[in-house]
Each structure stands twice: as structure tokens, then as C-alpha cells.
């Protein structure tokens, strides 16, 4: 086989392992984009629609407006991970995964291609929420930046769920991640809240959260307002985007988990 039909292979099979994770996820879409969208809509009128009329306005905003970035920020992370490291996981349980390894894929197209359905579920699932939200919070001052913003926060949460569901061995395991590191991780991010208005050590621990970060770009580019330098905050956010690609290629390299 020439190099040139083993590139063209390549491409093909890339082309092929990722329209079969997309068509996973349109497929399901009651489980995969539908819940989603229903828990974040719940997060907005809970607390937009019953703390806003307390908490009228954040920062010079509506508290709805407030949150929504943040919002979309967590429905992008836990859908795009919870897509790849499942996907990953069944894949291993059920004995198929040996099938994929054994193709003329490189490891850096098999991650990229189980990214491809973690970065759809998540950007559908925060274009729904968006266009649901957004006539009630009006705003959108830089959809660019916006898109941007939630697009490393896919990179990074597929390279991680890439790397669970290869690392995992149980479904308590794979589980745990999500449970232990994804919420916590959003929950202090500063999704609810503005990290100038908390006292130490909270506006610290807030701050060192790399998601508070994905939340402010996000913000940002749909409201204006932000607290953290925005070149800064995605010039970081790629740094960890890509650093975690580069980790979820080399864990497929090594094979670790995957091969007998």
C-alpha cells in the first residue's frame, strides 16, 4: 500500500468513526440532547426566574443575563464529557474497541474522531438552551468570542472524557469523574455568582478554577461585561485545550486499557 492510499484510508475512516459518533448522538437525541436542555431551562427558572426577582441585578445585569453564559459553559463541559467517555467506555465493554484499533487510524484521528460527537452533543445542546434563553436575558454582544469560548470548552472536556472512559473499569469509576470533578468544578466557576463580591477564601478558590475562566469569555462575548482579561482567559483555555488533546492521543498510543 502507497502512502498516498494509506492517507486516503486514513481520512476516510477518520470521516467514517466520527459521522458514526455524530449519528449516535442525533440518533438518541432523547437522551443525548433533550435532558440537557431541560435541566439547564430548570436552572433558569429557578434560579432567574425565583432569585431574580429577588437578586434583580448583578453587576449592572439582569440576574438571567447573569447566569445564562455560565449556563451554556456546563451544559457544553458535562455533555461533550459525558459523550466521549461513554462512548469510550461501552466501546471497550463491549469488545468493539478492538475492532477500531486495528484499523490504519493514527491516535490522534481515533481521539479526534470520538471528539467530533462530544463537541456536537455539547454545541446543540447550548445552541437549544441559547435560543430558548436568549429573548428573555437580551443580550449578544460577541457571538465570536462566544462561540470560541464554548468550543474550547468542548476540546476540553471531550479530550477529558476521551481519557476517562479509556481509563475507567467500572461505571462507578467512570462516574466518579463526573460526579467528583465535572459539578464541583461548575459549580464554583462562577456560573451564579461574581467572584469580586466574595470574601477569601471563596473569591480565591473561584479564581484558580480553570472552568471561571471559560465562564467569563463566555460572558463576555454575550453580555460585555467581564472580570478577567478575555485574551488572557482564551489564550489559556487553548493551552489546556490542547494540552489535553495531546494527553487523550497519547493515552490512545499507549494503549493502555485498550489492548489485551
Same mark, same amino acid.
Given at each position: 500500500m502507497s502512502?498516498?492510499?494509506?492517507?486516503?484510508?486514513?481520512r476516510?475512516g477518520?470521516?467514517a468513526?466520527?459521522?458514526?459518533?455524530?449519528?449516535r448522538?442525533? &440518533?438518541?437525541w432523547?437522551?443525548?440532547?433533550?435532558?440537557?436542555?431541560?435541566?439547564?431551562?430548570l436552572?433558569?427558572?429557578?434560579?432567574?426566574g425565583?432569585?431574580?426577582s429577588?437578586?434583580h441585578?448583578v453587576?449592572?445585569?439582569?440576574?438571567?443575563?447573569f447566569i445564562?453564559?455560565?449556563?451554556?459553559?456546563?451544559?457544553?463541559a458535562?455533555q461533550?464529557f459525558?459523550?466521549?467517555?461513554?462512548?469510550?467506555?461501552?466501546?471497550?465493554?463491549?469488545?468493539?474497541?478492538?475492532?477500531?484499533?486495528?484499523?490504519?487510524l493514527r491516535p490522534?484521528?481515533?481521539?479526534m474522531?470520538?471528539?467530533s460527537?462530544?463537541?456536537v #452533543?455539547?454545541l446543540?445542546a &447550548?445552541?437549544?438552551?441559547?435560543l430558548?434563553?436568549?429573548?428573555?436575558a437580551?443580550? &449578544?454582544?460577541?457571538?465570536?468570542?462566544?462561540?470560541v469560548?464554548l468550543?474550547l470548552?468542548g476540546?476540553?472536556?471531550?479530550?477529558l472524557?476521551?481519557?476517562?472512559?479509556i481509563?475507567a473499569?467500572?461505571f462507578?469509576?467512570?462516574?466518579?469523574v463526573?460526579?467528583i470533578?465535572?459539578?464541583?468544578?461548575?459549580?464554583?466557576?462562577?456560573?451564579?455568582?461574581?467572584? #469580586?463580591?466574595?470574601?477569601?477564601?471563596w473569591?480565591?478558590?473561584?479564581r484558580?478554577?480553570?472552568?471561571?475562566?471559560?465562564v467569563?469569555?463566555?460572558?463576555?462575548g454575550?453580555?460585555?461585561?467581564?472580570?478577567?482579561?478575555?485574551?488572557v482567559?482564551?489564550v489559556?483555555?487553548a493551552?489546556?485545550?490542547?494540552g489535553?488533546?495531546?494527553?487523550?492521543?497519547?493515552v490512545i498510543?499507549?494503549g493502555? #486499557?485498550l489492548?489485551?
Open positions: 502512502t498516498t492510499e494509506l492517507r486516503i484510508r486514513q476516510r477518520t470521516t468513526l466520527a459521522g458514526r459518533e455524530t449519528r448522538v442525533l &440518533a438518541l432523547t437522551q443525548t440532547i433533550l435532558p440537557p436542555i431541560l435541566t439547564a431551562i436552572f433558569l427558572a429557578v434560579f432567574g425565583a432569585l431574580g429577588r437578586i441585578h453587576e449592572g445585569l439582569s440576574y438571567l443575563t445564562l453564559p455560565g449556563l451554556l459553559v456546563m451544559t457544553v458535562g461533550s459525558a459523550n466521549c467517555s461513554t462512548s469510550l467506555f461501552q466501546a471497550k465493554n463491549e469488545g468493539y474497541i478492538e475492532d477500531i484499533l486495528t484499523s490504519p490522534w484521528q481515533l481521539a474522531s470520538y471528539l460527537g462530544g463537541l #452533543r455539547g446543540l &447550548a445552541l437549544a438552551v441559547a430558548l434563553a436568549l429573548p428573555f437580551h443580550e &449578544a454582544a460577541h457571538l465570536t468570542l462566544t462561540t469560548a468550543l470548552t476540546l476540553v472536556f471531550s479530550s472524557g476521551v481519557i476517562t472512559g481509563c473499569e467500572t462507578d469509576q467512570h462516574a466518579f463526573a460526579n470533578v465535572i459539578t464541583p468544578l461548575a459549580l464554583v466557576g462562577g456560573v451564579f455568582y461574581s467572584a #469580586r463580591t466574595l470574601d477569601e477564601p473569591a480565591t478558590l473561584t484558580i478554577d480553570p472552568l471561571y475562566y471559560l467569563d469569555a463566555t460572558r463576555a454575550l453580555t460585555g461585561f467581564h472580570e478577567a482579561t478575555i485574551w482567559s482564551v489559556v483555555a493551552a489546556v485545550a490542547v489535553a488533546f495531546l494527553m487523550a492521543t497519547a498510543a499507549r493502555w #486499557r489492548k489485551p
